[in-house]
């Protein structure tokens, strides 16, 4: 797999957008962008992936640069709750390929 | 719909004793299974992998061990513990045909070796 690096950790005062970087410069063709995050003490929960257009759901947007060498998660309207690590991981898209996880950013989300 | 749950929450073992963690899903068939751990203040790190009953790959040699006796139960096991086993155990499935980029989590099982 392609690694990732993400920075170590992060503020953002709620109610505003939180901007998750992730540097992917190693990325291949067939290798997707994958967002997860975990909330203390319990197991990662997924929140959106995409392979070079950017993305949206419920949750987050994605935003793939043109190269595909980076990347950024948007919460648009963060909130306490929203504080987790938040790991951006690459991966070929079939399906018997594992995620590997890395260090992640630590996203305070503070009052 | 799909649900995964694993057992036991928490434990508490000496060194040297042996480690039994059960992993199930129910609402799939045929899931790819995985074992990660995550010590303390750390990144999850992948142990164990499953496309298939019997079929196991382990990512890091070490006293643990895995195995699936069944399509979706996924066990974690040591003959005997180390200190440095201690740590929050998570296991997650996802479907075994087609790639949806969601991979599905337990509740974890924290282990503390003493």
């Known amino acids: 797999d392609a690694k990732t690096t993400q920075p170590t950790s992060m503020d953002c005062a709620e109610g505003r957008a939180a901007n998750l970087p992730c540097n992917h410069s190693?990325?291949?063709?067939?290798?997707?962008v994958y967002w997860y995050r975990q909330i203390h003490s319990q197991g990662p929960q997924y929140i959106i992936h995409g392979l070079k257009n950017n993305e949206t759901n419920e949750m987050a947007s994605l935003i793939i640069t043109e190269d595909r060498k980076s990347s950024t998660l948007i919460l648009p309207h963060a909130t306490l709750r929203d504080t987790a690590v938040y790991y951006c991981i690459v991966s070929p898209g079939n399906a018997g390929n594992m995620l590997t996880f890395g260090g992640g950013t630590r996203l305070m989300v503070k009052p | 719909s799909q649900t995964i749950h694993q057992w036991p929450a928490t434990l508490v073992q000496p060194v040297g004793s042996p480690l039994s963690l059960e992993c199930t899903v129910e609402g799939t068939s045929n899931p790819n299974l995985y074992w990660y751990r995550q010590a303390a203040g750390r990144g999850l790190q992948l142990l164990f992998y499953?496309?298939?009953?019997?079929?196991i790959s382990s990512e890091v040699p070490q006293n643990l061990s895995a195995s699936r006796p069944q399509d979706r139960q996924f066990i974690l096991s040591s003959k005997k513990l180390l200190l440095s086993d201690s740590g929050f155990y998570l296991c997650?499935?996802?479907?075994?045909?087609?790639?949806?980029?969601?991979?599905?989590f337990g509740e974890g099982s924290r282990l503390t070796v003493l």
């Open positions: 997650a499935w996802r479907p075994g045909q087609i790639n949806t980029g969601e991979l599905f």
């Open positions: 499953s496309v298939g009953i019997g079929q």
């Open positions: 190693t990325i291949s063709g067939n290798e997707y």
